[in-house]
């Protein structure tokens, strides 16, 4: 079992060890996340989340994202977690099947902001190890996902707990008792419910967090949990052992995907060949007789015509590709409650028929492929089929395209001269001496 070995590398790994390409991949998934948690309050999960702060905690010191609120650990970790995801345009991980960064940053910057000696460079390597440790945990839970599908709030709470207690130079004992009891008190993040149901619960994402948080506070006083993590082994189609062997030493970060649209990674292959589409043949829309999107099975279940929340939306591949159809863009006010009745989009989602098929089945997870076919009145068929999108890691989106991301994301909260210092204090990340200076910013 890979124990011994996880928590080597997350009380071994330190700064200096870190390669220059997986320093920058931890500050594009700061600056991603922080988009990200901005772009969360055009959602109404974010005026309920903040409501959260007078049960888990409304006195405190922590930062939550773009308010003037100063709260607890739990409270913190509980709505910057919320907020970072409920718009879907996080980052995201192809194998593991679900989002790390939403997880593991906000309980690791909580942490740090508590401890009045983290530094830049400790921050950086408590997100590497997180992603390091959550990631590969993803891979295992989810290596059977056809079966039995975790959300990220229930692989990634294990990134969550390595990257705290990494920022807590936790004793060894302490640290194994905060991934263990991190493997029975983690939601079982049943994500397939909330989708079906288009609700605000979604993948788990704001209480795994915080779970994880309180599994490592009650480590650090003593509390035990099991002796290893994993446990469930005849649930996964992975060897465990296998999964772990490059750990420290190939880095999953490196394979971060980032999202240009507000919306399920399944739904973005669909979205760029309709964005193609109608760049390479803008065809009238009122002629259009059917539109036919082919894809792998698990897409097939997003399949809302008419959604009736924003994560229903979000969780919509007729409703945001007839989106990029008719305004050649998907942003996250076009998933915002007042678009949900948008006759324009709802007379091309109608319009819309999804099918399973087999020769783009098998490229899932390693891939997310979708053929769009637009039949025409007049019989012609205009097709596009895309398997890789701008932001997938072997297409990834530069420093550049995520900067501008924060700013549209963030243009709406805070001005361009601190949105300019925040892009800069991130750059330079290894030189802040204590988190502080950071996250007073982004209050």
């Known amino acids: 079992m890979p124990l011994p070995k996880v928590l080597s590398f997350i009380k071994n790994e330190n700064y200096d060890h870190l390669s220059s390409e997986v320093v920058t991949m931890a500050k594009k998934s700061l600056l991603d996340f922080i988009a990200s948690t901005y772009t969360g309050y055009q959602c109404k999960t974010s005026s309920i989340a903040l ?70 460079k400790e921050l950086i390597t408590a997100i590497v190890v997180g992603y390091e440790v959550g990631i590969r945990c993803g891979i295992v839970m989810n290596s059977n996902h056809k079966q039995l599908f975790y959300g990220s709030g229930g692989w990634a709470l294990f990134g969550s707990a390595s990257g705290v207690a990494k920022i807590k130079r936790l004793t060894e004992e302490s640290l194994k008792n905060s991934l263990t009891i991190a493997e029975v008190y983690g939601p079982t993040a049943q994500c397939g419910k909330s989708i ?22 009650l480590a650090e006083h ?67 007789d059917e539109i036919i999107i082919e894809t792998f099975s698990k897409a097939v279940t997003l399949n809302h015509i008419k ?15 007839a989106t990029a159809l008719c305004y050649g863009a998907v942003e996250p006010f076009h998933v915002s409650e007042e678009h949900l009745k948008n006759h324009k989009i709802y007379s091309i989602a ?21 053929r769009l076919k637009i039949k025409m009145k007049d019989k012609e068929v205009f097709t596009n089929e895309v398997k890789l999108v701008k932001g997938d ?46 996250t007073s910013l982004l209050r």
């Open 51 to 120: 409501k959260s702060a007078n049960w888990i905690g409304e006195k405190g010191y922590c930062t939550v994202i773009g308010s003037e609120k100063q709260v607890s650990p739990f409270a913190a970790t509980f709505i910057n977690a919320t907020l970072s995801s409920c718009m879907d345009i996080d980052d995201g991980h192809r194998d593991a099947v679900g989002h790390p960064g939403c997880m593991i940053i906000p309980p690791v910057l909580t942490s740090g902001e508590l401890d009045k000696n983290c530094t830049g």
């Open 196 to 217: 079906a149901a288009g609700s605000m619960t979604k993948e788990s994402v704001g209480w795994g967090a915080t779970t994880a948080l309180m599994g490592v506070l």
């Open 222 to 288: 003593g509390f035990t949990g099991p002796n290893n993590i994993l446990m469930d082994k005849h649930l996964y189609n992975s060897d465990i052992e296998t999964v772990f062997e490059t750990l420290g030493e190939k880095y999953e970060i490196k394979n971060i995907y980032f999202k240009q649209y507000p919306a399920c990674k399944w739904a973005h292959s669909p979205i760029t060949a309709a964005l193609n589409i109608m760049k390479e043949f803008n065809p009238n829309l009122e002629e259009i």
């Open 307 to 321: 959604p009736q929340t924003t994560e229903a939306a979000q969780y919509s591949i007729p409703f945001t590709v």
């Open 350 to 370: 109608k319009k819309i028929r999804m099918i399973q098929v087999d020769d783009l089945e098998k490229d899932f997870p390693r891939k997310r492929p979708a």
């Open 393 to 438: 890691s072997e297409n990834p989106l530069l420093w550049e395209d995520l900067v501008d991301k924060f700013h549209r994301c963030s243009k709406d909260f805070i001005d361009s001269e601190r949105r300019e210092e925040i892009i800069e204090r991130i750059k330079n990340l290894e030189n802040i001496t204590n988190l502080k200076e950071f």
